[in-house]
Nanobody, 126 residues
């Protein structure tokens, strides 16, 4: 069983920054690709960013490219999402996710992820 615990959300003004963390436990974190997703009220969960097992390959949604950076520290079993130039449209609950099998590339599809954290709220005021 894999446990994922997000932290770092909060309220920030437009143009500000936040860094989300996701602490993982329960299996060899360094072997698995990881992803970040978000869900705004009344909307479906959407892909934000993904990273391969080593951190050498990343993928981003067009809406966050150039503003968000996904990274990982395998020694600390922790996934990060640095969010800069935040906009009100980034307001959502952010989730980290892990797949059930070892994947060699960052994966966008939520269907590939079977472990999810409880989410952390990010609110951006205008």
């Amino acid at each position: 069983q894999v446990q994922l615990v997000e932290s770092g959300g909060g309220l920030v003004q437009a143009g500000g920054s936040l860094r989300l963390s996701c602490a993982a436990s329960g299996r060899a974190f360094s072997s698995y690709a990881m992803g970040w997703f978000r869900q705004a009220p009344g909307k479906e969960r959407e892909f934000v960013a993904a990273i391969n097992w080593s951190g050498g390959s990343t993928d981003y949604a067009d809406s966050v490219k150039g503003r968000f950076t996904i990274s990982r520290d395998n020694a600390k079993n922790t996934l990060y999402l640095q969010m800069n130039s935040l906009q009100p449209g980034d307001t959502a609950v952010y989730y980290c996710a892990a797949p059930g099998v070892i994947l060699t590339k960052p994966i966008r599809s939520a269907l590939s992820y079977i472990y999810w954290g409880q989410g952390t709220q990010v609110t951006v005021s205008s």
